[in-house]
Nanobody
Protein backbone atom coordinates (compact mmCIF):
# COMPACT_ATOMS: atom_id res chain seq x y z
CA UNK A 1 0.00 0.00 0.00
CA UNK A 2 1.48 3.30 -1.13
CA UNK A 3 1.41 6.14 1.36
CA UNK A 4 2.63 9.72 1.07
CA UNK A 5 2.60 11.66 4.32
CA UNK A 6 3.29 15.41 4.36
CA UNK A 7 4.44 17.33 7.40
CA UNK A 8 5.91 20.70 8.29
CA UNK A 9 3.02 23.00 7.50
CA UNK A 10 1.87 25.74 9.83
CA UNK A 11 1.25 29.42 10.39
CA UNK A 12 4.02 31.88 9.63
CA UNK A 13 4.26 35.63 9.13
CA UNK A 14 4.80 36.94 5.64
CA UNK A 15 8.52 36.87 4.87
CA UNK A 16 9.07 33.79 6.99
CA UNK A 17 10.11 30.26 6.06
CA UNK A 18 8.80 26.73 6.34
CA UNK A 19 10.16 23.37 5.27
CA UNK A 20 7.70 20.73 4.14
CA UNK A 21 8.56 17.03 4.12
CA UNK A 22 6.84 14.14 2.39
CA UNK A 23 7.68 10.61 3.50
CA UNK A 24 6.85 7.89 0.97
CA UNK A 25 6.28 4.21 1.73
CA UNK A 26 5.06 1.18 -0.16
CA UNK A 27 6.85 2.08 -3.38
CA UNK A 28 10.32 2.03 -4.90
CA UNK A 29 11.04 5.70 -4.26
CA UNK A 30 13.87 5.97 -6.80
CA UNK A 31 11.44 5.05 -9.59
CA UNK A 32 9.26 8.09 -9.00
CA UNK A 33 9.40 11.73 -9.93
CA UNK A 34 8.01 13.71 -7.00
CA UNK A 35 5.95 16.87 -7.19
CA UNK A 36 4.48 19.48 -4.87
CA UNK A 37 1.13 21.06 -5.62
CA UNK A 38 -1.10 23.43 -3.68
CA UNK A 39 -4.75 24.31 -3.52
CA UNK A 40 -6.25 27.44 -2.03
CA UNK A 41 -9.96 27.65 -1.09
CA UNK A 42 -12.13 28.02 -4.17
CA UNK A 43 -9.21 27.53 -6.55
CA UNK A 44 -7.92 24.68 -8.66
CA UNK A 45 -4.94 22.59 -7.65
CA UNK A 46 -1.78 24.35 -8.80
CA UNK A 47 1.66 23.07 -9.67
CA UNK A 48 4.46 24.27 -7.38
CA UNK A 49 7.61 22.21 -8.05
CA UNK A 50 8.80 18.81 -9.24
CA UNK A 51 12.03 16.84 -9.00
CA UNK A 52 13.16 13.96 -11.21
CA UNK A 53 13.66 10.54 -9.66
CA UNK A 54 17.44 10.97 -9.93
CA UNK A 55 17.28 14.37 -8.28
CA UNK A 56 19.16 15.94 -11.21
CA UNK A 57 16.29 17.89 -12.76
CA UNK A 58 13.82 20.26 -11.17
CA UNK A 59 11.08 22.60 -12.34
CA UNK A 60 9.25 25.40 -10.55
CA UNK A 61 6.16 27.50 -11.06
CA UNK A 62 7.09 31.08 -11.91
CA UNK A 63 5.31 32.30 -8.80
CA UNK A 64 7.72 30.43 -6.48
CA UNK A 65 10.95 30.45 -8.48
CA UNK A 66 13.81 31.88 -6.46
CA UNK A 67 11.91 31.46 -3.16
CA UNK A 68 11.15 27.72 -2.98
CA UNK A 69 13.57 24.82 -3.35
CA UNK A 70 12.62 21.19 -3.91
CA UNK A 71 15.01 18.41 -2.95
CA UNK A 72 14.93 14.72 -2.16
CA UNK A 73 16.80 12.20 -0.05
CA UNK A 74 16.40 8.83 -1.74
CA UNK A 75 17.98 7.03 1.23
CA UNK A 76 15.16 8.36 3.43
CA UNK A 77 12.31 8.07 0.88
CA UNK A 78 11.61 11.74 1.48
CA UNK A 79 11.06 14.82 -0.66
CA UNK A 80 11.32 18.33 0.76
CA UNK A 81 10.06 21.78 -0.13
CA UNK A 82 12.00 24.64 1.43
CA UNK A 83 9.82 27.76 1.29
CA UNK A 84 11.42 31.14 1.96
CA UNK A 85 10.07 34.68 1.75
CA UNK A 86 6.53 33.40 2.10
CA UNK A 87 3.73 35.62 0.91
CA UNK A 88 0.03 35.65 1.87
CA UNK A 89 -0.76 34.34 -1.63
CA UNK A 90 1.24 31.18 -0.82
CA UNK A 91 -1.47 30.24 1.68
CA UNK A 92 -2.93 26.87 0.64
CA UNK A 93 -3.02 23.18 1.39
CA UNK A 94 0.19 21.68 0.02
CA UNK A 95 0.21 18.16 -1.41
CA UNK A 96 3.04 15.92 -2.51
CA UNK A 97 2.51 13.52 -5.37
CA UNK A 98 4.38 10.68 -7.09
CA UNK A 99 4.62 10.05 -10.83
CA UNK A 100 5.59 6.46 -11.59
CA UNK A 101 6.04 6.68 -15.35
CA UNK A 102 9.54 6.49 -16.74
CA UNK A 103 9.35 9.69 -18.72
CA UNK A 104 12.42 11.40 -20.16
CA UNK A 105 10.93 14.66 -18.84
CA UNK A 106 9.28 15.86 -15.65
CA UNK A 107 5.69 17.02 -15.78
CA UNK A 108 3.58 19.74 -14.18
CA UNK A 109 0.28 18.03 -15.04
CA UNK A 110 -1.42 16.80 -11.84
CA UNK A 111 -3.53 14.32 -13.82
CA UNK A 112 -0.39 12.34 -14.63
CA UNK A 113 0.54 11.72 -10.99
CA UNK A 114 -0.43 8.36 -9.53
CA UNK A 115 -0.30 8.86 -5.77
CA UNK A 116 -1.14 11.79 -3.51
CA UNK A 117 -0.67 12.66 0.12
CA UNK A 118 -3.39 14.03 2.39
CA UNK A 119 -1.98 17.55 2.37
CA UNK A 120 -0.62 19.97 4.93
CA UNK A 121 -1.89 23.50 5.55
CA UNK A 122 0.45 26.46 5.03
CA UNK A 123 -0.72 29.88 6.09
CA UNK A 124 1.34 33.04 5.60
CA UNK A 125 -0.22 35.97 7.40
CA UNK A 126 0.25 39.58 6.37
Amino acid sequence: QVKLVESGGGLVQAGGSLRLSCLASGLTFTNYDMGWFRQAPGKERQFVAVIKSSGRNTDYADSVKGRFTISRDNAKNTVYLQMNSLKPEDTAVYYCAADSRFRPYITRDPHLYDYWGQGTQVTASS
